[in-house]
């Protein structure tokens, strides 16, 4: 079988290659699953070009924590699937070299990934994706879709009808969190550097959108909207470069899920007072757990909700999928179909 891997230490997407690998075969417990297409994540690019948290790749590693496929063979004692089921990875899994009850790890680093034709896993780390879903669609949801569930309803105060969302950004997780709150009714904030990208998110559901480049003080902006009260939940995917403020931005018992560092890593000058005042609590988001993922397969299916896929690459194309990922140019999710 084909697989993309990236060696030891990766430092740049340059050493991101090919190779011919035989196909892993099940053990006990576990199934084997024909993967059909893969989803980046910004960790994905982070990895491969050897910045996330400066933590090296451990060793020659098949890439990316998110795909969908079909399962091609079972384990002895398999019961929970069959070959032919359309299923797709949880993000943290035991190791597949291990016991089930192994400690779990994420996929994409240290574990190997799904960039591959097909992959082992065990079966308690997998999940059925929606009937009405494609395989593009369905990869869209172990990492970014999870986590915007866990943010918005899994992780402190589940968010209720009536509240209000910031999502920052239109980027995966955003962008599910976007459609997610809009289905529960909530209301939705959105921010992003493109008014063509905001127009976008308001055909998805959310009520409101803020230019951050030609409004810098967008919490300002935040609270104009909200007449002084503030919003009930915050999707923070910046970090330290924009949690000042999204800790101004919240209403009284408010929370934020802080999920990613694409605004900086240094802390030094969060203004950390603002979350004390209004009583606020700060979550760090790591994805989700299985039962959460079931509990998006099910939201998914019964409120119609689609994910946007900003563009689909060929398997032969994953270099050029890591490129207009890395660009920044895109809303939603960058999808590789196998």
């Known amino acids: 079988m084909r697989a993309y891997v990236l060696p030891k230490d990766s430092r740049s997407l340059d050493q991101l290659r090919i190779v011919e690998r035989p196909a892993p075969v099940p053990g006990p417990g576990q199934v084997a699953i024909r993967v059909r297409a893969a989803s980046l994540n910004y960790r994905d690019l ?41 299923v797709a990875g949880c993000f943290a899994q035991a190791d597949p070299r291990g016991p089930a009850s192994g400690p779990e790890l994420p996929t994409g680093s240290p574990l190997d990934g799904v960039l591959a034709e097909t992959i082992v896993l065990h079966a308690d780390g997998v999940v059925a994706i929606p009937p009405s879903y494609s395989f593009e669609e369905a990869a869209c949801l172990p990492c970014a879709g999870v986590t915007a569930w866990n943010a918005l309803f899994g992780t402190g105060k589940p968010l209720r009808a009536g509240e209000t969302v910031l999502a920052l950004g239109t980027g995966g997780v955003s962008v599910w969190a976007t459609q997610l709150a809009a289905a529960a009714g909530a209301r939705v904030i959105v921010t992003s550097s493109s008014d063509a990208k905001l127009a976008r998110a308001r055909a998805l559901g959310a009520a409101e959108g803020i230019n951050y480049r030609t409004t810098p003080d967008w919490d300002e902006a935040v609270m104009r909207l909200t007449e002084g009260r503030g919003v009930d939940c915050v999707i923070e995917v910046g970090g330290a470069g924009t949690l000042s403020h999204s800790f101004r931005s919240i209403s009284p018992g408010g929370k934020i899920a802080l999920i990613g560092v694409l605004a900086g890593q240094a802390a030094e000058a969060v203004e950390v007072q603002a979350l004390r005042f209004r009583r606020g609590s700060l979550h760090g988001i790591l994805v989700g757990d299985r039962p959460m993922f079931e509990a998006l397969v099910r939201a998914v299916e019964e409120n119609a909700i689609r994910p946007v896929i900003d563009r689909v690459f060929d398997f032969e194309q994953a270099r050029a999928a890591y490129d207009h990922l890395a660009s920044g140019d895109f809303m939603g999710k960058i999808v590789i179909s196998l």
Do not use: H
């Not at 990316?64 to 004692?77: F, I, M, Q």
């Open 46 to 86: 982070l990895i491969a070009t050897g910045r996330y948290f400066n933590w090296p790749t451990p060793r020659e590693l098949v890439p990316l924590s998110d795909g969908a496929g079909e399962v091609a063979a079972v384990g002895e004692g398999v019961t929970r699937f069959k070959v032919g089921d359309r």
